[in-house]
């Protein structure tokens, strides 16, 4: 059962202005560790930066915003053949552990000036999906 979906477009150019005014500080304001190492790697870090932006914001807007939640919260990593990879901590892991999310789908695309990104959230099957445990 889907308990969460959010969809989230990111203005490269506008990421790209706000590298260049206060520097790389801006990603690592917003990203984990690994996202900056994997930003860091890509040809053009701008591009790579307003994709997990974009997926972030697709994972709060899945999540109902909840209160306090933390751009580090929410980590976009990659699988072995390159794919997306969603992973909860802090706020973002507590509140998908109240909607019983059990499968975090994730999806990144970069098309001309813009990156955009999809986010579904499962529950498992035959779990009474946002209700407290």
Do not use: Q
């Not at 790389?24 to 053009?44: I, N, P, Q």
């Not at 509140?95 to 990156?115: C, F, K, M, N, Q």
């Amino acid at each position: 059962m889907i308990v969460g979906i959010g969809i989230d477009v990111v203005e490269i150019a506008r990421v790209r202005r706000a590298v260049d005014r206060f520097g790389w500080r801006f990603g690592e304001r917003v990203l984990t560790a690994r996202e900056d190492e994997y930003c860091r790697s890509r040809a053009d870090r701008c591009i790579a930066l307003a994709g997990r932006l974009a997926a972030k914001e697709a994972t709060i807007k899945a999540l109902c915003a909840p209160e306090g939640l933390r751009w580090r919260d929410m980590e976009v990593t990659n699988r072995p053949g390159g794919a997306p990879e969603l992973t909860l901590h802090g706020v973002a892991g507590t509140r998908a552990a109240e909607l019983r999310v059990a499968v975090r789908h994730v999806s990144i695309t970069h098309d001309g000036p813009v990156a955009a990104a999809v986010v579904v959230l499962e529950a498992a099957p035959g779990s009474s999906a946002g209700e407290a445990p």
